[in-house]
């Protein structure tokens, strides 16, 4: 780590101090209230329709699926703060605040003028970001008197999340796995297991539905739509349970923010002010919530960033995708939701970042990427993990493959300064660990891996089944 001795020197100098390593908040300094971005946007993100009627729906339509403090949570675009209860700070306070952290040794092995910093959001037993959601989440369960949840997960950080904050609660917790996770990941499932929770690989014989998907898609391995069907439907046919969603929703967004609100305070600490600003997008939770309070001073004219969403390849829907109302699940149970979609029969392929393998994206994003507030670029997943690669052997966290993509985004950006010259600061979204994709970082190691995309047949005749609006 000798290289690392001369960045060392290149730490901002401030009057009395220099930036460190990982920037540390106080407790004191944690978030207070989640922020609701929606507030902030003049042109809003259109409702969510009923998928019986196409009408918008109302509190009462979504009482069964969803908690009801969450509805209105979902509902609420005019609040800008909204308070965060007691109980849920003190759950926080466990891995909260996370750390900001400089690379310093990465900008020196790439030789680069720019400055890169990530906001690590593996500190938790759960090992990602999705902990900020499923704990709330859990909390507004608890609180209703129910008696437990359903939900969905792709890679199973998500599932692994919401086990744990039902675990804390004693709740129980039914997740239903896209299947290609399910058997690519089994360390992840255990971990859901040991939290109590019940574990099923999606599509299944165990719902209406999954068998509906199976005997129209034979042998498929799955997708995020497929799960979110049979797990709504487990959640309404069982009595005191609701179903809970780990992304893509308004509500999770507005949870996830405090990733953006504690960066932006550890910045505005020591005087930094990013240029760039990247997050992986599958649904749009860690996006969304990095870039939160950044893009509401964008949105209220008060600073400038470029924001970039980066996604894979094979399940483009910011860059390939069509912006319109789309059911939200491939079993066409759930609410419409008008998004950047790849129609909701699409079947991605098996790729190992699972936690992105979703045919929409968040109605939030998706409506500030429509109005030119953010662009989103795509990457394949040899890339992706080499950059994940590259960035572990310097800076000694192994990556999940989600935060692959953005790593892989800040190096692009990261070395378009070494051309330019430009000084820019940039700030990425580190989602998770990748500690139990260890098989993935295997075939890619094997050189085994390979890259897929859809093609614009493909495409075409997922999206040629759109519902008529």
């Not at 209230?33 to 809003?44: C, F, G, I």
């Not at 009595?239 to 504690?262: A, D, F, K, M, T």
Request: overall charge negative; charged content about 25%; hydrophobic content about 35%.
């Amino acid at each position: 780590m000798g290289t690392c001795v001369s960045a060392k020197e290149r730490r901002y100098e401030m009057p009395n101090e220099k930036i460190p390593y990982k920037i540390y908040l106080e407790e004191s300094e944690m978030p207070t209230h989640y922020y609701n971005l929606r507030a902030d946007m003049e042109k809003k993100p259109a409702p969510l329709l009923h998928p019986g009627t196409g009408e918008p729906l109302k509190f009462e339509d979504m009482q069964a699926i969803f908690c009801d403090e969450l509805i209105k949570q979902e509902l609420d675009e005019e609040t800008r703060y909204i308070p965060i209860p007691d109980e849920i700070r003190d759950f926080y306070k466990m891995y909260r605040p996370s750390p900001l952290v400089r690379a310093y040794c990465l900008e020196e092995r790439l030789g680069t003028p720019a400055k890169i910093y990530y906001k690590f959001e593996g500190n938790n037993t759960s090992g990602s970001h999705k902990l900020n959601s499923a704990i709330a989440q859990a909390y507004y369960a608890k609180k209703q008197g129910l008696k437990g949840v359903t939900t969905e997960t792709g890679a199973g950080q998500w599932g692994t999340a919401l086990s744990m904050a039902c675990s804390y609660f004693e709740l129980d917790c039914k997740v239903f796995m896209v299947k290609v996770s399910y058997e690519q990941k089994p360390f992840r499932r255990e971990v859901m297991r040991t939290y109590g929770a019940s574990v099923t690989p999606s599509p299944s014989e165990t719902t209406n539905v999954g068998r509906k998907i199976l005997e129209e898609f034979p042998g498929t391995g799955g997708s995020l739509g497929c799960a979110i069907s049979e797990a709504v439907e487990a959640a309404t046919s069982t009595e005191g349970y609701r179903y809970v969603l780990g992304s893509v929703l308004n509500q999770v967004l507005l949870h996830q923010s405090v990733i953006g609100l504690e960066a932006k305070t550890a910045m505005d600490k020591y005087g930094i002010k990013p240029d760039v600003i990247i997050g992986s997008a599958g649904g749009g939770s860690n996006l969304g919530g990095l870039i939160a309070p950044f893009m509401g001073e964008k949105l209220r004219g008060e600073a400038d960033y470029e924001i970039i969403a980066v996604e894979p390849a094979s399940c483009p829907s910011f860059t390939r995708g069509k912006y319109a109302y789309d059911f939200a699940d491939t079993g066409k149970v759930c609410p419409l939701a008008k998004m950047y979609t790849l129609g909701s029969g699409f079947m991605p392929a098996p790729n190992h970042a699972g936690g992105l393998r979703y045919h929409g994206m968040s109605p939030v994003l998706s409506e500030l990427y429509d109005q030119g507030m953010m662009k989103a670029v795509t990457a394949f997943q040899t890339d992706v993990f080499d950059a994940a690669e590259e960035f572990a052997r310097v800076e000694g966290i192994l990556p999940a493959p989600e935060s692959g993509h953005a790593i892989k985004a800040a190096l692009d950006e990261a070395k378009k300064c070494i051309e330019t010259g430009e000084e820019k600061t940039i700030l990425f979204g580190l989602t998770g660990t990748g500690y139990f994709d260890l098989t993935a970082y295997k075939n890619f190691n094997d050189g085994t891996m390979t890259d897929q995309e859809p093609t614009d047949e493909e495409l075409a005749k997922s999206l040629a089944a759109l519902p008529k609006f």
